[in-house]
């Protein structure tokens, strides 16, 4: 048995609304985007432009690979969700953890700081494609009245992981955030 499976990608221009990109892959959007976008900055001879894509394009590789290639990435940010009812509440859910450049380290919303040993740890993911992170850790979780509503730990604290792609992730964020008008002509 012979099994086949193409998905199409497109790149429209959205001031000409023209196709600027086209091209069949054998694997899901979210392993797509940078080949359409970078196929679509050859075909304009453009330098950078911004890119809108839906949270179905949101992988933190490929995100990195358009910015590397001095594209502005505007792609929807995938919903944090719980995936143990048991564990981690709303409220202490990693984006309510704020990193800190200068120190590399983050600041969990009781105010207490996460450090790391810098040790850059692999991980491998269902399609194989493994990615580095770091982990970062405070010795306070063991005194700290909130932890049952932080991790669902037994023994040891709440681990944050901080993957390579971390800081373009961080600035596609920003952008999108920050730029929902022109986020919402992707969705006409
Ligand atoms: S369990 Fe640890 S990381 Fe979580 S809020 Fe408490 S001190 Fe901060």
């Not at 432009?49 to 505007?74: H, M, P, S, V, W």
């Not at 952008?175 to 022109?182: F, G, I, V």
Request: some cysteine.
């Amino acid at each position: 048995m012979v099994e086949v499976c193409y998905n199409t990608q497109a790149a429209v221009d959205d001031q000409h609304k023209l196709v600027v990109a086209t091209h069949t892959i054998n694997r899901n959007d979210r392993n797509a985007l940078s080949a359409i976008a970078l196929e679509a900055k050859e075909n304009l001879k453009a330098n950078k432009f911004t890119l809108l894509a839906d949270k179905g394009y949101n992988n933190a590789r490929e995100i990195e690979a358009c910015q590397q290639n001095d594209l502005k990435t505007i792609v929807a940010q995938q919903e944090l969700v719980n995936s143990n009812p048991k564990g981690t509440t709303k409220e202490y859910l990693v984006d309510k953890f704020k990193y800190n450049k200068k120190n590399d380290t983050y600041t969990c919303p009781e105010g207490q700081t996460l450090s790391t040993f810098g040790t850059w740890h692999i991980k491998k993911r269902d399609d194989k494609i493994s990615y580095q992170y770091k982990k970062y850790r405070t010795p306070e979780c063991k005194n700290c009245p909130v932890k049952y509503l932080c991790t669902g730990k037994a023994k040891g604290g709440r681990e944050i992981e901080r993957s390579q792609y971390a800081e373009s992730v961080e600035r596609n964020n920003k952008n999108y955030s920050q730029n929902q008008t022109l986020y919402r002509k992707r969705q006409k």
